[in-house]
Antibody
Framework: QITLKESGPTLVKPTQTLTLTCTFS??????????VGWIRQPPGEALQWLAL???????RYSPSLKSRLTITKDTSKNQVVLTMTNMDPVDTATYSC?????????????WGQGTVVTVSS | DIQLTQSPSSLSASVGDRVTITCRAS??????LNWYQQKPGKAPKFLIY???NLQSGVPSRFSGSGSGTDFTLTISSLQPEDFATYYC????????FGQGTKVEIK
């Protein structure tokens, strides 16, 4: 059974750096064809893909946010960490991680419940 | 970025109705088109991949079709548990999602 859970601060101040951790079970990020992605959803808005990392450490970022994002993995801990710099109130959203099945591209097969992040002074 | 435009943004339907949602890509995505269902306060659920392949456990009343840039999700007979927001996603290049279609009870 694959499960994912996001953790991190619920409130950050503008200009601060956000660090989120995705802790997962039921799969290994050292297995070929597997990845983990981050997706966010502002209140009442659509899903926005942010970043992903594959088993071979290949990393991809949303072009519009690339300069602010870093994604890393710790295979031994079954964790993926996303950092986003220079946070702004428009970054207020639910941030979710998802297990990726690589099949003609990234399929977000299983999702965590998400963690709400509010950006406010 | 490849843009995905869904229509309509929302629709009202009754139990038993046939519902169709459209997703248009800004360029040919070679059938790398997937669909997700999201209920309020819940994580998205992966429904369909490669236009028309149902994920394991997804009811057969859900189907997908299309090619090139134009794709459709159809629910043949709407059930109470199907009232949700549906998103298309392309996996041809760096992922993008459509803006969503909310299916509401009439």
């Amino acid at each position: 059974q694959i499960t994912l859970k996001e953790s991190g601060p619920t409130l950050v101040k503008p200009t601060q750096t956000l660090t989120l951790t995705c802790t997962f079970s039921g799969f290994s990020l050292s297995t070929s064809g597997v990845g983990v992605g981050w997706i966010r959803q502002p209140p009442g808005e659509a899903l926005q893909w942010l970043a992903l990392i594959y088993w071979d450490d290949d990393k991809r970022y949303s072009p519009s946010l690339k300069s602010r994002l870093t994604i890393t993995k710790d295979t031994s801990k079954n964790q993926v960490v996303l950092t986003m710099t220079n946070m702004d109130p428009v970054d207020t959203a639910t941030y979710s991680c998802a297990h990726i099945k690589v099949h003609r591209g990234a399929l977000f097969e299983y999702w965590g419940q998400g963690t709400v992040v509010t950006v406010s002074s | 970025d490849i843009q995905l435009t869904q229509s309509p943004s929302s629709l009202s339907a009754s139990v038993g109705d046939r519902v169709t949602i459209t997703c248009r890509a800004s360029q040919n995505i070679n059938n790398y088109l997937n669909w997700y269902q999201q209920k309020p306060g819940k994580a998205p659920k992966f429904l369909i991949y490669d236009v028309s392949n149902l994920q394991s456990g997804v009811p057969s009343r859900f189907s997908g079709s299309g090619s090139g840039t134009d794709f459709t999700l159809t629910i043949s007979s709407l059930q109470p548990e199907d009232f949700a927001t549906y998103y298309c996603q392309q996996s041809y290049s760096t992922p993008t999602f459509g803006q969503g279609t909310k299916v509401e009870i009439k």
